[in-house]
Nanobody
Framework: QVQLVESRGGLVQAGDSLRLSCAASGRTFSSYTMGWFRQAPGKEREFVALIRWSYTYYADSVKGRFTGSRDNAKNTVYLEMNSLKPEDTAVYYC????????????????????WGQGTQVTVSS
């Protein structure tokens, strides 16, 4: 069993930066694929980024602006969000998966077994 606890999001202005963190329990954290997803009102949950070992993979909409990282010693993953836009407004979730499939396959939320509680990020224009 893995429990994920996300940091608080916030209200920022367009162009600002914000870092989210997600602390995980469990001794096998380093072997999990960690994903970041988001869900805006009235929309489906969408992939943002994933971190597996030293590999990262991003949605086109955030590539070049967001950076995912992990600290296995702290059982924590991070999502550094720069140059935020109003369309980045959503509830952000971290997720964990023990399975090993292609990075592209792991962009589906159905691949993930464990989820954080979600944190609201609002970007004003």
């Amino acid at each position: 069993q893995v429990q994920l606890v996300e940091s608080r999001g916030g209200l920022v202005q367009a162009g600002d930066s914000l870092r989210l963190s997600c602390a995980a329990s469990g001794r096998t954290f380093s072997s999990y694929t960690m994903g970041w997803f988001r869900q805006a009102p009235g929309k489906e949950r969408e992939f943002v980024a994933l971190i597996r070992w030293s590999y990262t993979y991003y949605a086109d909409s955030v590539k070049g602006r967001f950076t995912g990282s992990r600290d296995n010693a702290k059982n924590t993953v991070y999502l550094e969000m720069n140059s935020l836009k109003p369309e980045d407004t959503a509830v952000y979730y971290c997720a964990a998966s023990p399975i090993l499939q292609t990075l592209a396959t792991m962009t589906s939320p159905r691949r993930y077994d464990y989820w954080g509680q979600g944190t609201q990020v609002t970007v004003s224009s």
